[in-house]
């Protein structure tokens, strides 16, 4: 049985609004309960229809965007849209599903809007999550930063994180990032399944196929054929007692 997902869309320019419910009728799974072009109204709408999901525009009358989700009682995943790229940053640390920055077209947000789907039936639709008070929790996202534009990564999807310099390079399956976190800063924000194996290395242990001892008493850890990470002996009985 396909879901149906409750929707509101706010921007308070009447064409972006316009665009928004166009490209929102693409999609028969999400049902437009509502729009609006003021913080307030955002604010009251989405606390009667408690939707599961909202286009909140980040600069309007009353409240803006930020301010909306700081005022609603329960939050559902959120797709920010702006003309402006400086707010995509505080976007993100709230969890954002994406931001939409002006002018998009139906392929990107198509895109945002996939992101939100899938995020919405991995939580079987009872998916509010409080994103203002949601430090505490290991983020199962980190959004980094590459110049102008913000890439979203699942936490899931990492192999290992590598010091570069002052930084960190993220490593994924099909691709590399520059963070813009030390890799002590990463350390203490990913989840536990995330260890140390060097001095200047953190390795997702759910990506280990299998280690292999060194004769001078330290390991390698074996991602899959083609990527091996030196464990050195101080951090090889951290990770045989976390395998």
Known sequence: MNRSYKAIAVDDEQPALNLLIEFMQRFPQIELCGQCKSGTAAREMINQIQPDLVFLDVQMPGLN????????KRIPKIVFVSAYERYAIKAFEVAAVDYLLKPYDAARFDKAVKRALSQMERSHGDGFLNLIHSKDKDPA????????YIYPVDTDDILYIQADGDYAQIHCKTRSLHGQWSLGQLESMLPKTFIR?????????????HLEKCADGGMMAHLNSEISLRVSRSNAANIRNLL
């Open 141 to 148: 996202r980190l959004f980094v930063k590459q110049g102008r």
């Open 65 to 72: 965007g930020f301010q909306v989700l700081q005022q609603i």
């Open 197 to 209: 194996i060097h001095r200047s290395v953190i390795v997702n242990s759910d990506k280990i196929s």
